[in-house]
Protein backbone atom coordinates (compact mmCIF):
# COMPACT_ATOMS: atom_id res chain seq x y z
CA UNK A 1 0.00 0.00 0.00
CA UNK A 2 1.52 3.45 -1.07
CA UNK A 3 1.16 6.35 1.44
CA UNK A 4 0.23 9.52 0.56
CA UNK A 5 1.77 12.33 2.66
CA UNK A 6 0.98 16.27 2.30
CA UNK A 7 2.89 18.39 2.83
CA UNK A 8 2.18 21.55 5.59
CA UNK A 9 4.77 24.21 5.85
CA UNK A 10 4.38 27.24 8.82
CA UNK A 11 6.43 30.18 8.31
CA UNK A 12 6.98 32.41 11.53
CA UNK A 13 10.14 34.80 10.28
CA UNK A 14 10.90 36.09 6.55
CA UNK A 15 13.34 33.68 5.41
CA UNK A 16 10.77 30.81 6.22
CA UNK A 17 7.98 32.91 4.47
CA UNK A 18 10.40 32.67 1.18
CA UNK A 19 10.24 29.27 1.37
CA UNK A 20 6.76 29.09 1.21
CA UNK A 21 6.88 31.57 -1.73
CA UNK A 22 9.60 29.19 -3.98
CA UNK A 23 6.95 26.64 -3.33
CA UNK A 24 4.00 28.93 -4.47
CA UNK A 25 5.76 30.12 -7.67
CA UNK A 26 3.67 29.88 -11.10
CA UNK A 27 0.76 28.19 -8.76
CA UNK A 28 -2.23 29.62 -10.71
CA UNK A 29 -5.29 31.21 -8.76
CA UNK A 30 -9.01 31.70 -9.06
CA UNK A 31 -9.71 34.96 -8.05
CA UNK A 32 -12.84 33.63 -6.10
CA UNK A 33 -10.60 31.42 -4.33
CA UNK A 34 -8.90 34.81 -2.57
CA UNK A 35 -10.23 35.73 0.71
CA UNK A 36 -10.16 38.19 3.63
CA UNK A 37 -11.53 37.41 6.52
CA UNK A 38 -11.48 40.94 8.14
CA UNK A 39 -12.90 40.07 11.73
CA UNK A 40 -11.01 37.13 11.87
CA UNK A 41 -7.98 39.10 10.52
CA UNK A 42 -7.25 35.87 8.00
CA UNK A 43 -6.08 36.19 4.45
CA UNK A 44 -6.32 33.11 2.29
CA UNK A 45 -6.54 31.45 -1.04
CA UNK A 46 -6.87 28.13 -2.86
CA UNK A 47 -3.96 27.22 -5.55
CA UNK A 48 -3.05 24.98 -7.99
CA UNK A 49 0.24 24.50 -7.31
CA UNK A 50 3.35 22.36 -8.98
CA UNK A 51 4.48 19.66 -7.22
CA UNK A 52 8.23 20.83 -6.84
CA UNK A 53 8.85 18.17 -3.76
CA UNK A 54 8.44 15.39 -6.90
CA UNK A 55 9.16 15.63 -11.19
CA UNK A 56 7.94 19.32 -11.06
CA UNK A 57 5.04 18.15 -13.43
CA UNK A 58 2.27 17.41 -11.09
CA UNK A 59 -0.16 19.88 -9.74
CA UNK A 60 -1.07 19.92 -6.40
CA UNK A 61 -4.31 21.86 -4.75
CA UNK A 62 -3.24 23.80 -1.68
CA UNK A 63 -4.07 26.35 0.80
CA UNK A 64 -1.89 29.71 1.79
CA UNK A 65 -3.16 30.81 5.27
CA UNK A 66 -2.08 34.02 6.74
CA UNK A 67 -2.56 35.46 9.87
CA UNK A 68 -3.05 38.55 12.04
CA UNK A 69 -3.85 40.86 8.94
CA UNK A 70 -4.64 44.48 9.58
CA UNK A 71 -4.86 45.60 6.17
CA UNK A 72 -5.13 44.43 2.44
CA UNK A 73 -4.77 46.65 -0.52
CA UNK A 74 -4.76 45.16 -4.40
CA UNK A 75 -3.15 46.38 -7.45
CA UNK A 76 -4.67 45.29 -10.89
CA UNK A 77 -6.87 42.68 -9.97
CA UNK A 78 -10.20 42.41 -11.06
CA UNK A 79 -12.67 41.89 -8.30
CA UNK A 80 -15.51 42.39 -10.34
CA UNK A 81 -14.21 38.93 -12.21
CA UNK A 82 -14.34 35.67 -10.33
CA UNK A 83 -13.19 33.74 -12.87
CA UNK A 84 -9.39 35.51 -13.71
CA UNK A 85 -6.66 33.59 -13.29
CA UNK A 86 -3.62 34.81 -11.45
CA UNK A 87 -0.20 33.21 -11.63
CA UNK A 88 1.60 34.19 -8.53
CA UNK A 89 5.27 35.07 -9.18
CA UNK A 90 6.27 35.51 -5.97
CA UNK A 91 6.09 36.49 -2.33
CA UNK A 92 7.46 39.09 -0.71
CA UNK A 93 7.97 40.03 2.97
CA UNK A 94 9.32 43.60 4.09
CA UNK A 95 9.87 45.16 7.32
CA UNK A 96 8.37 48.77 7.82
CA UNK A 97 8.58 50.31 11.12
CA UNK A 98 6.67 48.07 13.50
CA UNK A 99 4.82 46.11 11.09
CA UNK A 100 5.20 44.11 7.40
CA UNK A 101 4.01 44.46 4.36
CA UNK A 102 4.00 40.72 2.45
CA UNK A 103 3.81 41.46 -0.97
CA UNK A 104 1.93 38.93 -3.40
CA UNK A 105 3.36 39.65 -6.95
CA UNK A 106 1.55 38.01 -9.84
CA UNK A 107 2.06 38.30 -13.31
CA UNK A 108 0.24 40.97 -15.96
CA UNK A 109 1.82 43.39 -12.83
CA UNK A 110 -0.72 42.44 -10.56
CA UNK A 111 -0.19 42.87 -6.59
CA UNK A 112 -1.42 42.02 -3.62
CA UNK A 113 0.18 43.64 -0.05
CA UNK A 114 -0.75 42.29 3.73
CA UNK A 115 0.16 44.66 6.64
CA UNK A 116 0.91 42.86 9.63
CA UNK A 117 2.80 43.23 12.96
CA UNK A 118 3.74 39.98 13.08
CA UNK A 119 4.61 36.60 10.37
CA UNK A 120 1.97 33.58 10.59
CA UNK A 121 1.86 32.17 7.85
CA UNK A 122 1.05 28.50 6.53
CA UNK A 123 1.08 26.40 3.27
CA UNK A 124 -1.07 22.52 3.12
CA UNK A 125 -1.60 20.55 0.57
CA UNK A 126 -5.23 19.32 -0.11
CA UNK A 127 -4.98 16.38 -2.23
CA UNK A 128 -1.98 14.55 -4.13
Known sequence: MKKNFFAKIIAKDRKSLQFISAFCEKAKIKSSEIKFLKDNKIFLFSMNRINKEKNGKELIKSV?????????????????????????????PLKKDKDYSI?????????????TEVIEATLEDQNN
Not at 74 to 84: A, K, L, R, Y
Open 64 to 92: CRFEFIENVKSINVDQENPEEILELIAIN
Open 103 to 115: TLLFNKNRIITLT
